[in-house]
């Protein structure tokens, strides 16, 4: 059975920073590119980073310059660094794993 699954979220002041993994697990096969989402109140989905098979990066620009999407092959996790966070950033953030969902992870940034 397939489970890709999010952790990492939380609560965070503004200029904070958080790390979200998302895990694989299962007879799964990597398809790139690999994304995180996000989905903020009223919003509908958006594409935030992306990772290719040759470790190319593309994202949103809103994000440019503090988040970092990254890959571990042999845990089976990527991963999504976010520093200087701010309120806008507050968003539930998913993780897409070919052509797999993560059930998502709260992320608010608040003081």
């Known amino acids: 059975q397939v489970q890709v699954v999010e952790s990492g979220g939380g609560l965070v002041q503004p200029g904070g920073s958080l790390r979200l993994s998302c895990a694989a697990s299962g007879s799964i096969v990597t398809i790139y590119p690999l994304a995180w989402y996000r989905q903020a109140p009223g919003k509908q989905r958006e594409l935030v980073a992306t990772?290719?098979?040759?470790?190319?990066?593309n994202y949103a620009d809103s994000v440019k310059g503090r988040f970092t999407i990254s890959r571990d092959n042999a845990k089976r996790t990527m991963y999504l660094q976010m520093n200087s966070l701010k309120p806008e950033d507050t968003a539930v953030y998913y993780c897409h794993w070919r052509p797999y969902w993560g059930q998502g992870t709260q992320v608010t940034v608040s003081s």
């Open positions: 990772l290719n098979g040759s470790g190319g990066t």
